[in-house]
Each structure stands twice: as structure tokens, then as C-alpha cells.
């Protein structure tokens, strides 16, 4: 039996798990596909935000501005690309200024650091492919970019090397109570004591198996447009537009990589596992990108993609004990800026468990640290002949695109919650991510994850457990 | 740092021909660098036949016609090395690899050839929407799985692009038990040649949809359907045309782009219209000792072409190194005209005693009864008649170099209809 | 009436548009060379293909080997052609060349191998 288990295991849920994993308690954490991060995780706009955005004495307000400071630390202890390069929100005419000067008023209210509004010179100083619209820009110098797969894969990593156990494939069907949870997965029974809903899309469906419905949580889904890395940045920070109830506008960012990421837009869907991408949707989206940098040069995309955001029926995150269920605890309708706000949720619901508890022990074996997967190419040449000298491996490039060797690939595996798909690779080691969309290496990521996991290379697959890839070998009898 | 006479940066026809060349022309100390695990580059994979009818006069296999190019090269003694991957070049020639082997390693060079070949465009690039499920492949990548693994990539197949790779894959696809439901090609003809629609499409019954493309891809986690759509005459979809179809692999066959990462390092000008380098008739690039030659300069589509061009690129390099490369007799810029897509080399020098240039340009449309017509400043210089071209057909246009010599002028090639 | 078939040579890359007019004597127009004109003869009366394939290997870098039929063969046992060459695994080393099915179904073609490989 447990002593917590979290149902999902994205960001949310990997950091929550994380923080449980100090004290000495036995955990488990819930995931219903073959890797963590799948869910919106896996597809959002990696912006750290500044939190001027969110009303106070909200929970978005209150955990963004809590949230966002605690970055620097988090990244450095796990070893996450993060970058603080600001943001701007861009006003196209006098009228939209005044919305500005409504976020700066609001920002000064969530006691966010270093606003100010910035007129058009100045700001073609700063970004000189802005459109010839734009009259004026609400900077926030402390909003950030990141890797939210790297963030959660190295959250869950973490969690797991201190103690917490992942169990991947695991499809919660039903909750029952009596002293205890039974938690019912197509993979049997889990019991714990304690347990928190981190489900994403989901988290109104896993509430209702044990709860009085109370929320309802709907799929909206944002689609993006990704740019090849160029000599010279379309923007340098993060560009939104004229905030309206919709979302936040089409965005212009440049990611912890170096691509360009353009979108989202924001549509419902009843589908909550529908991801695909729409071509009107995103020719909307290159439309409206357009007034921010007129001549995007949208003939270096390399792909487009869809992500699902859990947007709740209460308009904000839900983090509470459920009251006529005690010991069950929402931690729902996390959509934006759910990631900015997820080390200050990960605390507080620790806290929320760790008020259950009279005397919680801490895990005396916590460690912090975790150290990623080198990044061969970002070596100096020393570093690079020590490594190979230690591995060989990390002397063969695989991925040509984002220059990644073999040796990162296998490490990639190794590690605990270690990629066992071609994109659980993509996700921590890059090949694939690169303008050849893995053409290249894909064939030779499939080899080296079938030898690594000693599993028929038929069996391997792409990302989620239908998505298989050889459907057989050449020369076999045909019937 | 250990240093070489020549460094030739890929092992497969182009930079073969181009250190075979070298070699016959005096050049002892070469290298030939390759990233797989065996030289011949694309050719492995390439097993069908049509290669060497201009070289050998023979049809030959793509393995075969590597294969000859492969054994000469054992036979001249010339060092290589494999499983090598070339990850940075400077404009001063110093080159640093990685392998296994070696790990790490920066050597220098009195001359090098550039022979990356190139890389195809990806799904990504083309903006198809829907879902991002396994099943879908570049036609290359496929290719590979299926002749050198041995691996089937699917059973019920649509190819998007009517290129040769395309059109091959078609056939092998058949040929290994699959069913290929059509090939689409986006405008209204077939992109590759005539032959290959004959035998790989006509031979086993399989449609060629002209005007069509693929708009959507379906399928949760693996391909399940796409949306077809018929293209007007200004490539837009014609809306209420959408036809969904069943199939569980999707094929990409959208073009080829030279790869020239490792160029522009070097600071190499590229020429926007090929993606290559910008060459001279002697296969230089503009930077002093750099030559490139095959696919990384423009897309081929005969191979034999490539080891035309690249023994010109090995056999001055040679001259190079060996100090005689002479002044230039000309300074001729070319052009594109128009019609023309683009023009190799982009500069005429005449640095030894050429007595022919060779241009090298594609159309950028089909047509019929046209005719080449080369301008040096605003004077004719050649006009050549042809029945039938199309962009996906490389063409040849010959110009005696006494015409150029001493000329700054700019260099025109354009496409007219005859009896204009 | 004779019947007049338009016909895109396979024997090269060129693809010359021929023009084939059944008679007493098959009559081959537009071949820009000999090849041609036999091709247009043989396709109207017993049409031909070079098969090109790869067959398993054993104990060498790669699991499969290309390889082709040495002469075109009948275009009616392509499929037949694979099937045999589906039948066959081979052991490294192969040298390019190496008749691999000796008069493949009869027809007098080898099936050859369209590369040398070594034994690993």
C-alpha cells in the first residue's frame, strides 16, 4: 500500500511527486501512457510567465507569482534549459494601450517585478522585425522560456532516483473508498492512503469516479507552427498580442532551442484526445502572427503540432482536499499558466498532504540534483574527447540535424524513466526535433532503443503503444 | 594537427569520382571522410537499375555503379574512413570529425571537396495538417528501411510526390507485398521520368493522380486515412473535392535539398535557388581551396552526371593544390532567365585552358517546341531547339569559351517558345 | 487498319514518345537509337523487365542483399520472379556478380547480385 499515489504523471503531477519524495513516505505515480509528459505537457508554449496576466486573489495569480521566481533554482538543480528573456505584449493601436496599462496595473497588484510599457521606438530597438503596427509593448523582463517535456522528464526522473515509483501504462477505470483508496487500473488494484488528481483533460472524469461532481473540464486545443533555428531570431523575446477573452493572442517565441514557435489558437474540441492540427486553424494563425513580424518566414517551418489545455468550468485552477471525499485532492483545470505556477502547486499540495501527517519524517537519501543527459555538442573539445574516452558511443552522431550521438541516445534509455519509444527519445535527447523531422535517424534510433531494451525492433513505436512503425519483415510468406 | 593535401567530405559518387580524379591527376595525400558505416552513399540503397548509361555505357544498379567506383578507389590505395562524421569546417580548411574510433579529432587540408549530397524535404515542410501518427515516411527513409533492413513499412500505401524516388518506391512497395492505392502528384504531370511511370506505375496498375495532393493525415497513433483534394491551375485546393481514403503508410516524396550545414560554417556563399554553393566553372565555391561537387551543389537526377562534375571538381582541386591554377580569362556572372530556374556554375572564369562551358539549368515548367537561348550582356550567343522540357530533367547548354574570354558581361540562359 | 500505339521507351532515362504501329511488320517511329526501336518491337510482342531486388543474407553487416535479374525476363513472372527470390537466403561472402538462381524459371536469366558483400 501507499502512502500518496498522484494520477498523471505531466508536470503537475511529476513536481508534486518530486516534492512528496523529501519526506518518508511511499509514493506512486499514476500514468496511464507508456512515458510521462504525454499530455498537455507534451504540447504547450513553454512560456514561464510573468504572472502580471492572471487576476489577483486568484489561484492563477497567486501560484504564477509564486511560481515564477522559483524557476532559476528548479532548472539549476535538474539541469532544465531555462531562459528569462522577457516578454512583451504588443498593442496595435491607442485603444489596445490602454489594455496594456490595465496589465501593468494588474502586474503591480500580483507584485510582479520590472513592468513597464514601452513605445514603439525603443521597441524597434530591442526587436527590429516588429510589424508596422504595433504602437506599443508591455514589457515583463522576469517571463521565461523552457523545456516543459525536459522539465518533466527531469521532475519525474528526480522523484523516481528519491524513492517514488512510476507506473507507466497504468489507465485508472474507477476509485473506490473505504479506509483506504483502491485504485483501479487496467493494470490491477492500487491502494493508498492518500491521492491526488493530476489528470490533465481528464481530471473532471477521475473526480466524478469518487466524488460528487462539482467541476467539469473541457478540451481546448491550441495549435502551433514550429520554425527551423535561424542565423538571425525572428524576436528575441517572447511576443504576445492584445490579450482577449479568448487567450492570450498569437504568440512569437523563440524556445530553449533556438526554433520558433508561433500560436496557439484556441478552439474547443469534445474529443479529448484530439490533437490533430487543422489547415484553417492554422492558416488563422500565420494571419494573425503576421501583424507582429510581418515577413515570418514561414517557408523555414519544419512542422506544426496541437496541444489540448484542461480549461475548467470555475475559470481557475482547482487545488483543494475534496471535501466529502477526505484524502482526495483535485488538482485540476491547470491550463495556462499552469506551467509557470507548477513548482509553487507542487509545494503547496505537499504541504496540503503533509498537514495530514503528525510527525512526517524527511527522506534523509533526498537528493536534489539530477544532472541531464550530456549535450555532446555544447562540450569544449576536451570535454568532448574525455567523454568518447569513457563511451565510445558518444563518438557516433545518429541525429545530423541537432548533431546528437549515439551515446546520449543510450543514456537517454538507461536512465530511470528512460525512453523506451522513438519520441520518449525526440523528447530527451533531440533526434528528430531538427528540420529532417528524424528522416534521417529515426531508422537508427529504432535500432538503438531495440538493442538497448533488448525488444524486436518490430516492436518499437513511435510514441504512444499503438503507434507501431514496421508492420513486418520483407520476404515473409504472404498468404 | 595533422594535415592533408586534399580532404573530400563524403563518400559516396560524387566525392568518390572526386578523389579518384585528384588522384589520376597527382594528388598522393588524400582523405575521403564518410559518415556510414560504408562508402557509396545514397547508391546502397538505390537497387534498381538506370545508373551508368552515360559512364559505362551499361544499366547499371545503384549498389553496382557504387560498387565500381568503390573498387577503384581500394585499387588506388586512396585513405578513407567510415563511420566518420564531419562536424565542422572552417574558411582556413580545418576540419574536426567524430567517430568512434577516434573520438574527436581537427585536421587541416590544402584543399577540400565538398560532397554531402543532400537531404529530402519533410512533411513538415509541406504543412499537412491533421495528426502526427506513426506511418509516415520520407520515401528515402523508407527506401532504407525496407532494401536494407528488410523491414516492410506498411500494407496499404499512398505516395505524395511523382519524382523518381516516388515512382520507385511504387514499384518496390508492390514488389515486397504492399498496396500502393495511388501516387499524387500536385501539378499536372508527373514530376519524374517517363520510364519510371511506365515501369513502376503502369507495369502493376497503380494510379497516378494528377492535380491532387493530400491535405490531411488521420489516425490516433498510426495512419488510419488521408483527405485527398484536387489542385486548380494556381496549386490552391478546389473546396467540396475532399476525398478521404484508408491507408496505414503515407509516403513523402517532396524534394531533395542539398545539405550544406557544414558550408556555411566554412562561410561558403549558397546560392538561394539551388541551396548550393555558389560555383565557378571549375566547381569552386568562393572560398579559396573549396570545391564541391554532386547533389550538395544541385540536385542531379543521373548519376552519371555527378561523377562528370565531380572528377572536374577532383581535377581542380589538383591543380589547385599543385599551385597551377591559372588567372582568370573571364569574369562572366550567370543568370537565370527567364523560364529558368536556376544555372550552374554561377560564375565563369576560365582559369585553364577550357575550350568548352558547360552550363547546367532547369525550367521551371513543362513545355514543348521551346528553345535555350543564351545571352552574353545583350548578344545571342547560342540558341538551342528542344522538343520537350520539364523541370524535373536536368539539361546540358555548351558554350565555346572563346566566346566569354575576357568578358565581364552577365551570362543569361532563358526558355522561349520556338518561332518566337 | 493497323492499330498505332504511343509508347514511352524504358531502355533509358531519354523516354523517347514512340510511336508503334502493328502490320505485317511492327513498325517503331521517334526511337532516338537502336534500343529503342527494339524495345518497341518487344514491348507489343513479348514484353520485358529487369527485376531488381534483395534477398536475405546471413553473417553479413546487413540483413539483405540487392539483387537483379542479369537480363530482362518476361513481364508476366515478376511476381513469380520474387517469389523464387523470396525463396532463397544466402550466406556471406557474396561477390558482386555471383549468379545467385541460375535460369530463373526457366527463362535462361540469372539472377545475379548487384553487390559484393563480406562475411562479418
Not at chain 1, 555544447?378 to 574527447?385: A, G, P
Not at chain 1, 529515426?442 to 535500432?447: I, L, P, S
Not at chain 2, 499524387?184 to 502493376?204: E, H, K, M
Not at chain 2, 542531379?300 to 580569362?329: C, M, T
Amino acid at each position: 500500500m501507499y502512502d500518496v499515489a498522484i494520477i498523471g504523471a505531466g508536470v503537475i503531477g511529476a513536481g508534486i511527486a518530486r516534492e512528496l519524495s523529501r519526506y518518508d513516505i511511499n509514493v506512486a505515480l499514476i500514468e496511464k501512457e507508456n512515458d510521462v509528459s504525454m499530455g498537455t505537457t507534451k504540447a504547450n508554449s513553454a512560456i514561464i510567465h510573468a504572472g502580471y496576466d492572471a487576476l489577483p486573489n486568484t489561484n492563477k495569480g497567486k501560484f504564477n507569482a509564486l511560481g515564477n521566481p522559483m524557476f532559476d533554482k528548479l532548472c539549476e538543480e535538474l539541469d532544465v534549459p531555462f531562459k528569462r528573456i522577457g516578454s512583451y505584449v504588443l498593442a496595435f493601436s491607442e485603444e489596445e494601450v490602454k489594455t496594456l496599462e490595465e496589465l501593468y496595473q494588474r502586474g503591480l497588484d500580483n507584485n510582479i517585478p520590472g513592468m513597464e510599457i514601452v513605445k514603439r521606438d525603443e521597441l524597434l530597438k530591442r526587436e527590429p522585425n516588429l510589424g508596422d503596427q504595433v504602437v506599443a509593448g508591455l514589457f515583463a523582463p522576469t517571463a521565461g522560456i523552457i523545456g516543459p517535456w525536459e522539465l518533466t522528464i527531469a521532475l519525474a526522473e528526480n522523484a523516481v532516483e528519491n524513492g517514488v515509483e512510476l507506473l507507466l501504462n497504468h489507465e485508472v477505470l474507477d476509485i473506490k473508498k473505504n479506509d483506504t483508496f483502491k485504485v483501479i487500473t487496467n493494470e490491477g488494484v492500487i491502494e493508498t492512503k492518500y491521492l491526488i488528481n493530476c489528470a490533465g483533460v481528464f481530471a473532471d472524469e477521475i473526480h466524478n469516479m469518487i466524488a460528487e461532481k462539482s467541476f467539469e473540464i473541457k478540451a481546448w486545443k491550441g495549435q502551433y507552427y514550429l520554425l527551423d533555428k535561424m542565423k538571425e531570431p525572428v524576436v528575441n523575446s517572447i511576443m504576445f498580442q492584445c490579450p482577449t477573452d479568448k487567450g492570450k493572442g498569437i504568440l512569437i517565441l523563440p524556445t530553449v532551442h533556438n526554433n520558433t514557435l508561433i500560436g496557439p489558437d484556441s478552439e474547443m474540441f469534445d474529443d479529448k484526445d484530439d490533437v490533430e492540427t487543422d489547415s484553417d486553424n492554422l492558416s488563422f494563425i500565420q494571419e494573425k502572427a503576421k501583424r507582429t513580424v510581418h515577413n515570418l518566414p514561414m517557408n523555414q517551418v519544419i512542422t506544426s503540432f496541437a496541444g489540448l489545455r484542461a480549461k475548467p468550468s470555475t475559470k481557475d485552477f482547482i487545488i483543494e482536499e475534496v471535501k466529502d471525499v477526505p484524502g482526495f485532492f483535485d488538482v485540476a483545470g491547470i491550463e495556462s499558466p499552469g506551467l509557470s505556477s507548477a513548482p509553487a502547486i507542487a509545494v503547496y499540495v505537499a504541504d496540503l498532504v503533509k498537514a495530514k501527517y503528525e510527525d512526517l519524517k524527511e527522506n534523509i537519501a533526498f537528493n536534489p540534483i539530477r544532472k541531464a543527459v550530456p549535450h555532446f555538442m555544447s562540450l569544449s573539445n576536451e570535454e568532448k574527447q574525455a567523454l568518447i574516452a569513457k563511451d565510445a558511443r558518444y563518438g557516433r552522431i545518429v541525429c545530423r540535424c541537432e548533431w546528437i550521438t549515439e551515446g546520449e541516445i543510450v543514456e537517454s534509455i538507461h536512465r530511470k524513466v528512460g525512453a523506451t519509444t522513438v519520441d520518449g527519445v525526440k523528447r530527451r535527447v533531440r533526434p528528430g526535433m531538427g528540420r529532417c523531422q528524424g528522416g534521417f535517424c529515426g531508422a537508427k534510433v529504432m535500432e538503438i532503443l531495440s538493442r538497448e531494451l533488448k525488444k524486436d525492433i518490430k516492436t518499437i513505436v513511435k510514441d504512444r503503444s499503438d503507434s507501431y512503425i514496421i508492420t513486418g519483415e520483407t520476404k515473409e510468406v504472404r498468404s | 594537427m595533422k594535415h592533408y593535401e586534399l580532404v573530400v567530405i563524403g563518400g559516396g559518387p560524387a566525392g568518390l569520382a572526386a578523389a579518384i580524379e585528384a588522384k589520376k591527376n597527382g594528388i598522393e595525400d588524400i582523405l575521403v571522410i564518410e559518415r556510414d558505416k560504408e562508402l557509396g552513399g545514397i547508391l546502397q540503397q538505390c537497387i534498381h537499375n538506370g545508373f551508368g548509361l552515360q559512364m559505362f555505357k551499361e544499366e547499371l544498379t545503384g549498389p553496382e555503379y557504387a560498387e565500381r567506383y568503390i573498387v577503384e578507389l581500394g585499387k588506388m590505395n586512396i585513405p578513407y574512413k567510415i563511420d566518420t562524421m564531419v562536424v565542422d569546417i572552417t574558411a582556413d580548411k580545418e576540419i574536426s570529425y567524430m567517430s568512434v574510433a577516434e573520438g574527436f579529432v581537427t585536421i587541416s587540408a590544402t584543399a577540400i571537396v565538398l560532397a554531402m549530397g543532400c537531404r529530402e524535404r519533410t512533411r513538415g515542410a509541406v504543412s499537412i495538417s491533421g495528426t502526427r501518427p506513426s506511418g509516415v515516411y520520407n520515401a528515402g527513409m523508407a527506401q532504407l528501411l525496407i532494401n536494407t533492413e528488410g523491414f516492410n513499412v506498411g500494407k496499404k500505401v499512398i505516395i505524395l510526390g511523382s519524382g523518381d524516388i516516388g515512382l520507385i518506391m511504387a514499384r518496390r512497395l508492390t514488389l515486397e507485398g504492399a498496396e500502393v492505392v495511388g501516387v499524387l502528384s500536385r501539378g499536372g504531370y508527373a514530376a519524374g521520368l517517363a520510364r519510371n511511370v511506365v515501369q513502376c506505375l503502369d507495369d502493376f496498375n497503380i494510379p497516378l493522380m494528377l492535380n491532387r495532393t493530400i491535405i490531411k493525415i488521420n489516425g490516433k497513433d498510426r495512419v488510419e486515412s488521408v483527405v485527398l483534394v484536387d489542385m486548380d491551375e494556381n496549386k490552391q485546393p478546389i473546396p467540396g473535392s475532399e476525398e478521404t481514403v484508408e491507408c496505414d503508410t503515407v509516403l513523402f516524396s517532396v524534394g531533395l535539398i542539398p545539405e550544406n550545414e557544414l558550408s556555411e560554417k566554412a562561410d561558403i556563399h549558397l546560392d538561394r535557388k539551388t541551396k548550393g554553393p555558389l560555383v565557378d566553372d571549375t566547381m569552386a565555391t568562393d572560398v579559396d581551396g573549396i570545391f564541391a561537387c554532386g547533389n550538395v551543389v544541385h540536385v542531379h537526377d543521373i548519376v552519371d552526371f555527378v561523377s562528370f562534375e565531380s572528377e572536374k571538381a577532383g581535377k581542380n582541386a589538383a591543380k589547385y593544390i599543385q599551385g597551377i591554377r591559372g588567372k582568370s580569362r573571364s569574369h562572366v556572372k550567370t543568370k537565370a532567365g527567364n523560364g529558368i530556374g536556376y544555372i550552374v556554375p554561377q560564375e565563369i572564369q576560365l582559369v585553364h585552358d577550357e575550350k568548352i562551358v558547360e552550363l547546367f539549368t532547369r525550367v521551371r515548367h513543362v513545355d514543348t517546341d521551346v528553345k535555350f537561348v543564351v545571352k552574353l550582356g545583350d548578344k545571342v550567343i547560342r540558341e538551342i531547339k528542344k522538343n520537350h522540357v520539364t523541370p524535373s530533367e536536368m539539361e546540358k547548354i555548351v558554350i565555346a569559351a572563346s566566346a566569354l574570354e575576357l568578358s565581364n558581361e552577365i551570362l543569361t540562359v532563358e526558355v522561349t517558345k520556338e518561332g518566337v | 487498319m493497323s492499330k498505332v500505339h504511343e509508347l514511352i521507351c524504358i531502355a533509358c532515362p531519354l523516354g523517347c514518345h514512340l510511336k508503334v504501329t502493328e502490320g505485317d511488320t511492327i513498325l517503331v517511329e521517334h526511337a532516338k537509337c537502336k534500343r529503342g526501336e527494339a524495345y518497341g518491337v518487344k514491348e507489343l510482342t513479348n514484353p520485358t523487365r529487369i527485376v531488381t531486388s534483395t534477398m536475405k543474407i546471413e553473417g553479413a553487416m546487413f540483413s539483405r542483399i540487392p539483387v537483379r535479374t542479369a537480363q530482362d525476363i518476361p513481364k508476366h513472372l515478376i511476381f513469380e520472379c520474387m517469389k523464387e527470390i523470396n525463396k532463397v537466403t544466402l550466406q556471406a561472402p557474396i561477390k558482386m556478380g555471383d549468379v545467385l538462381i541460375e535460369n530463373l524459371l526457366g527463362t535462361g536469366v540469372n539472377v545475379i547480385a548487384s553487390r559484393s558483400m563480406k562475411k562479418v
